[in-house]
């Protein structure tokens, strides 16, 4: 039986957005690249800012 490979671990180092011919382009760690549109992009940046908030209060949470 083989074990499982251990779970992924988070990255510290931010992604870099750019636009370019109209599309946003984000840069990610280990060579992610993914390309949306603007309105994709903004859905996905509010998502992002209200995800990190969670984990910060969870975080906080966890050391109280």
Not at 38 to 64: C, H, N, Y
């Amino acid at each position: 039986m083989t074990q499982a490979p251990p779970p992924p671990q988070p990255h510290d180092d931010p992604g870099i957005a750019s636009a370019e011919d109209g599309v946003v382009i984000l840069d990610g760690p280990n060579g992610l690249a993914v390309t949306m549109t603007a309105q994709a992009a903004a859905r996905t940046g509010q998502s992002l800012i209200e995800a990190a908030d969670l984990a910060e209060k969870q975080v906080r949470d966890q050391s109280a």
